[in-house]
């Protein structure tokens, strides 16, 4: 048994606090200890987007982050994101273009296209590609999950003279 | 098209249609359920040892320090896996000289290719297997390895199985007419060799096991990754020695699968025997670099073949030599002679072309062993022929349109049967053909083409027609002594709610198989799609059956459901009559209300018929036993398959000085018969279409001299990902099939069969003036700048 550090952070709106060991990614802690399955693990090298989610403000990589630099944090998942209208928004759109086949890639797909449109109010079809190409699907390719978040986008940009 | 059809109950399945996937809305929420998502009591961690040769002896096995780490269970090796498991051979009866060597979950005495597992660690969690793997100590002696077909060929190479006289697996001839006569005729002869890659799947989920033994009552149950779990059913039973009804297996949302997760792989096999020894549950989940080792690997065929033409571009034969190298074993229990073996009936198929000779050659090499994948064969039989007929109008000045219109089976002509023994039922080439003609604006895409080649531009217009190989028939695999089943079975139940579970033997990877099942269902009872419930994927819940692959769930598991949810509606108004006193005939199941035919009035709600049904059978007729579950199995008939056809084109921009090629536009015309979700059909063929353009520009697993595969990560095995990748047009023509009461076909191989074909030969069209043609695949930068002379060989 790896030594264990006590770490505590904020998951998803609420204080945590874990034992891990030097060792434990983010993703593993996240999946085998605590139980949040959403953050999907596809290659452990930081290719392929799927366990991507959301650290201080950050979009970044679970499987390449080391769970004991966590203490502090605060991290917000796939599961996560309450009452955030952007993902909400997006949600729902995912699955009515069903910019999803099996699911695997799409917690990650999701922060991803939260993080966009949280930097851009109305991203081009080029701009959303290029953004999502950190993300990898085998299923749909890619055509759905653009419709999508340009469909989100532009429902929920706000016309300039309206503000 | 024009005929009346022989299924008068076929009505449009439109219930439904504009939901979205139950799937999709729990996966959109971050509740998808896979395999690595479920948590056990006393779970145990499987690891392997790789073998880092591509052939060697295993001369010695030391594991004590392994097994000296605290946290370290159990550590199996292939001798061991000779006392717990009994061997497979990847061959079928239908493959008469097919031959493959006994197999064990682990190697014995000799490793046959890199990556392949040789000793399985049990530890209390992977990490600590992972700790184990590096302590475990094989001395190999390495032995020449068989990397290249043209090597597995060449005189004294070495054997990858001494105990074989070469490394031939199987061969195989198909001939019709005369094709040597016709060449010997022809005007014109086109012939090249075709050097396509090897590929991997790559699912995103990696594959997935957790095999839990409970030994008080000998009971199995997996939960597994995977497309067939019937078929895993039946090998862990016979391979294990277990009872059938003892064993249970349970695919829960499976991430991506594409033919790769229905195939026997050894660590699956160690984890079920290891939880058989140890009574608890043992998980093996690959992580990406063991997927890119281990996982069934496709499509590296070597083809030479040339096709004889008339002077006015009439297609009349092609000679065909496929080598296609498959690893050190065909696969089990599928075989890995399928994909040969369609590879060759498919080359010339859309094409009206009488005489062919053609020659498959399957071999042995010391690589990862290749099987069955999305598209089984069709990529290499498109693109070969579609090459040559591209190459042939350019000779003959023929625009690639009217060749093919000129050669494609024409409506007159169905039933129709290929030179390569295919039945065709009836086919639209004609009509995919014009439609893609105008979608596409092809004049005005022409017309800058050549605008733009004046000023140093080179864009590439290519166009393939293709047949799609879907619904497999009674005598698939059966035949050849594979307990897989060609049948499927559905049992509808009406809760006492007045609401519908459906469960179905087809199953779900993301396809949308239980939204298709849902709204065939509601179509066909006459109720909502809101009061379907779905299963599917598990051997205990739902009836025995074929599950999915070969494009078979939505056309022969849809015709299962309708026939059952017919028979579910005629026994709910046989009841509704005996409860209102009436006739069967009176009542119509409509709009999820029984009514009297006559008059659209209701006679009766559902959840009322349930009420009395369900808890007063007391007030019917003493002796009348209301049913209320119903089953029912189908099984395809007539032709061996049901065709679909299509076209597609791609317009495409080669940077004559990067050797980059960008995709511009990507068209789809496509022939899937009844069209249950369009939403769904389109995804499928888009989803389909950038598996084949990966194929064609990216994907390669590459191996050293030596055998070391070099492409083993994400990051050197380049996939498709969004910011290369067109959006993709679609069109359809319907023609159903009457070898069904749904009329459907299917659709999930379509896209991957044409797509990486039309880029080619648009890749080809753009370098035309600049005399370069490329026939090798991938289309890499550096193959481009080679073939242009930028850079020397």
Known sequence: MDPQYPISFTLNGREVRQEVSTRTTLADLLRHQIGLTATHVGCEQGSCGACSLMVDGRMIRSCLVFAIQLDGAVVETAEGFAEDPVMDALRKGFADRNALQCGFCTGGMLVAARDLLNRETAPSREVIREFISGNFCRCTGYEAIVDAISQVAQATAQPQDAV | ?793
Not at chain 2, 351 to 356: E, I
Not at chain 2, 482 to 511: H, L, N, Y
Not at chain 2, 740 to 751: F, R, S
């Open chain 2, 1 to 793: 098209m024009t005929q009346p059809s022989k299924h008068p109950e076929r009505i449009a399945v439109i219930a439904g249609q504009d939901r979205p996937r139950r799937n999709a809305i729990r996966h959109a929420q971050g509740r998808g359920r896979f395999v690595d998502d479920i948590a056990f009591a006393n779970l145990a961690h499987l690891a392997v040892v790789r073998s880092p040769h591509a052939h060697a002896e295993i001369r010695h096995i030391d594991v004590s320090r392994a097994l000296a780490i605290p946290g370290v269970v159990a550590i199996y090796t292939g001798e061991d896996m000779t006392k717990l498991c009994k061997p497979w051979v990847g061959a079928l009866d239908h493959f008469p000289g097919l031959r493959s060597p006994e197999q064990y979950p682990l190697a014995v005495d000799r490793a046959c290719w890199n990556g392949e597992p040789v000793v399985a660690v049990v530890a209390e969690s992977r990490a600590i297997a992972e700790d184990a793997v590096d302590q475990v100590e094989v001395a190999y002696d390495a032995l020449p390895a068989v990397i290249g077909i043209r090597a597995s060929r060449a005189p004294g190479t070495p054997l990858v199985h001494p105990q074989y006289d070469s490394n031939l697996a199987f061969e195989m001839t198909l001939t019709a007419g005369d094709a040597e006569a016709a060449f010997e005729a022809a005007d014109l002869v086109v012939e090249d060799v075709l050097d396509l890659g090897r590929q991997t799947g790559l699912t995103l989920e990696p594959r997935s096991i957790v095999a839990d033994y409970d030994p008080s009552l000998q009971t199995l149950t997996a939960h597994h990754s995977t497309q067939t779990p019937y078929q895993m059913q039946d090998l862990f039973v016979r391979h294990f020695d277990l009872s059938e009804e003892n064993v249970r297996v349970i695919s829960p949302d499976v991430g991506g699968s594409f033919g790769m997760k229905l195939h026997v792989y050894g660590e699956e096999m160690v984890a079920v025997a290891a939880s058989i020894q140890l009574g608890r549950p043992v998980k093996f989940v690959a992580d990406r670099m063991e997927s890119f080792l281990s996982d069934i690997h496709l499509r590296e065929h070597l083809v030479h073949a040339k096709m004889a033409l008339s002077k006015d571009g009439d297609i009349t034969a092609m000679i065909v030599e496929d080598e296609t190298g498959i690893g050190p074993f065909s696969v089990y229990p599928r075989t890995s002679a399928m994909e040969g073996n369609q590879a060759l009936r498919l080359m010339g198929a859309p094409y009206k072309m009488p005489n062919y000779d053609g020659h498959l050659s399957v071999l042995f090499q010391n690589k990862a062993p290749t099987c069955q994948y999305r598209a089984v064969g069709h990529p290499i039989g498109v693109t070969v022929t579609e090459h040559l007929v591209d190459k042939a109008a350019r000779q003959l000045g023929l625009d690639p349109f009217d060749i093919r219109q000129r050669n494609v089976v024409t409506q007159d002509m169905y039933p129709h049967t290929t030179a390569t023994g295919y039945i065709l039922e009836r086919l639209s080439h004609e009509e995919c053909l014009t439609r893609l003609h105008d979608m596409m604006d092809y004049p005005s895409l022409r017309a800058e083409q050549a605008a733009l080649r004046e000023k140093g531009i080179y864009r590439g217009i290519g166009i393939a027609a293709f047949i799609e190989i879907t619904n497999p028939g009674p005598a698939f695999y059966g035949i050849g002594g594979a307990r897989i089943s060609s049948q499927d079975g559905c049992v509808i139940k009406i809760e006492p709610s007045g609401k519908f579970r459906v469960s179905v033997s087809v199953t779900e990877q993301g396809q949308g198989t239980e939204t298709v099942m849902a709204q065939v269902a509601a179509t066909y009872l006459g109720v909502d799609v809101g009061i379907i419930d779905v299963t599917t994927g598990d051997t205990e819940r739902t009836p025995y059956g074929g599950a999915t692959w070969a494009s078979r769930g939505a056309g022969i598991g849809g015709a299962t459901v309708m026939k059952c949810a017919l028979a579910m509606k005629a026994n709910l108004l046989e009841i509704t009559a005996v409860v209102l006193q009436g006739k069967p005939e009176d009542y119509d199941l409509t709009n999820g209300e029984i009514v009297f035919k006559e008059t659209g009035q209701s006679a009766i709600t559902l959840d009322e018929l349930c009420r009395i049904a369900y808890f007063r059978p007391d007030t019917l007729p003493p002796d009348y036993h209301p049913q209320l579950s119903i089953s029912r199995h189908f099984v395809p008939q007539g032709t061996p398959f049901d065709f679909t056809n299509g076209v597609q084109a791609s317009y495409l921009e080669v940077d004559t000085q990067t050797g980059i090629v960008t995709l511009l536009d990507h068209w789809v015309v496509e022939d899937c018969g009844v069209i249950l979700n369009k939403q769904l059909v389109d995804e499928q063929i888009r989803g389909g279409v950038v598996h084949g353009l990966g194929g064609i520009l990216f994907e390669e697993c590459l191996y050293s001299d030596s055998g070391q595969m070099l492409t083993s990560t994400m990051a050197d095995y380049l996939a498709p990902l969004a910011a290369e990748m067109p959006d993709i047009q679609i069109d359809h023509v319907c023609t159903p099939t009457e070898m069904t009461p749904l009329g459907a076909k299917g659709v999930g191989e379509a896209g991957t069969a044409a797509a990486g074909s039309v880029v080619l030969n648009a890749v080809n069209d753009a370098l035309s003036p600049l005399d370069a043609t490329l026939t090798q695949t991938p289309l890499t930068p550096e193959r481009i700048l080679r073939a242009l002379g930028v850079v020397a060989d």
